[in-house]
């Protein structure tokens, strides 16, 4: 299983990023997908994650700023991020609690993408 997280970048204080993290390989099913981030010299925290049945939960600094979506059929997440501050500023990362045909559920991460937040 791998899971290809895009859409980081550059971008200005104020502006908008849509982030995608797709899930390939011999999939049965994924239960709760997130993401998590990464500033410099800080620990990893959870931005957001959604179930299966599409039950989201926010961290407190970005509610009402981002929105996490998954599209089931396409084993994606995304993450629309509105209204960034240079704090947003962090490497993202996907995660996803996946079964396989041959192994448990267990829990996979992506290999992040940079999002910069700056004027």
């Known amino acids: 299983v791998q899971l290809q997280a895009s859409g980081g970048g550059l971008v200005q204080p104020g502006g908008s990023l849509r982030l995608s993290c797709a899930a390939s390989?011999?999939?049965?099913?994924?239960?709760?997908m997130s993401w998590y981030r990464q500033a410099p010299g800080k620990q990893r925290e959870l931005v957001a994650s959604i179930t299966s049945t599409a039950r989201s939960n926010y961290a407190d600094s970005v509610k009402g700023r981002f929105t996490i979506s998954r599209d089931n059929y396409k084993n994606t997440v995304y993450l629309q991020m509105n209204s960034l501050k240079p704090e947003d500023t962090a490497i993202y990362y996907c995660?996803?609690?996946?079964?396989?045909?041959?192994?448990?559920?267990?829990?996979?991460w992506g290999q992040g993408t940079l999002v910069t937040v700056s004027s």
């Open positions: 390989g011999s999939i049965l099913y994924i239960n709760k």
């Open positions: 995660n996803a609690d996946i079964k396989t045909a041959i192994a448990p559920i267990l829990d996979y």
